[in-house]
């Protein structure tokens, strides 16, 4: 261990191990949550990964209003939400899905609806990616995305029409 963190006494040492448990903890409880999140919304590996970090730095080191939170697991959810709209905001609105040398049916169609959902504007990726592949309910969305419930419905009405739009223009 380098001596800049070597901690001067067994006091320190163990104030020290209980923060590096409490990092674990915390890693531990909502890393699979995150990376799922965001790998509906950004379609790639690489790119879910950096949001899902993103996010989980984010609310760590906004502990104290977390803990504060109902549900910190739904906190947790939202900043992955926006950790995402954002860094689909950054990239470009089509990436290539890359093929795999002898994809099964199941795994032609996953990349058809990823491709048709890097069509699609972030709000409406999101919205769908949460409500269909998520499972979120609306007031679940409602509550993540800060929008009444009668937006939610609009909205997910709207991305809903501009998917089968966009799907059926693939057909």
């Known amino acids: 261990m380098n001596d800049a963190f070597r901690p001067k006494s067994i006091v320190a040492s163990r104030a020290l191990s209980r923060e590096v448990d409490f990092v674990e903890d915390f890693l531990n409880r909502y890393r699979d949550t995150a990376f799922r999140i965001a790998m509906r919304i950004m379609g790639s590996v690489d790119a879910a990964e950096d949001v899902a970090q993103e996010a989980l730095i984010r609310a760590f080191k906004s502990w104290d209003r977390m803990a504060q939170a109902d549900s ?6 939202r900043i992955v939400v926006r950790c995402a709209l954002t860094a689909l905001e950054r990239q470009d609105r089509f990436s290539p899905i890359h093929d795999v040398e002898a994809p099964t ?3 032609q169609e996953t990349i058809l609806v990823q ?13 769908l990616s949460l409500i269909v592949g998520e499972g979120w309910s609306y007031k679940e969305l409602a509550e993540n995305l ?16 501009a998917f089968r739009k966009a799907w059926e223009e693939l057909q």
């Open 72 to 77: 910190q697991v739904a906190w947790v959810k």
């Open 115 to 127: 491709s048709v959902l890097a069509t699609l504007p972030p709000d409406q990726r999101v919205i």
């Open 146 to 161: 800060d929008i009444p419930m009668g937006t939610v419905a609009s909205r997910v009405h709207a991305a809903k029409s």
């Open 105 to 107: 049916p199941s795994h």
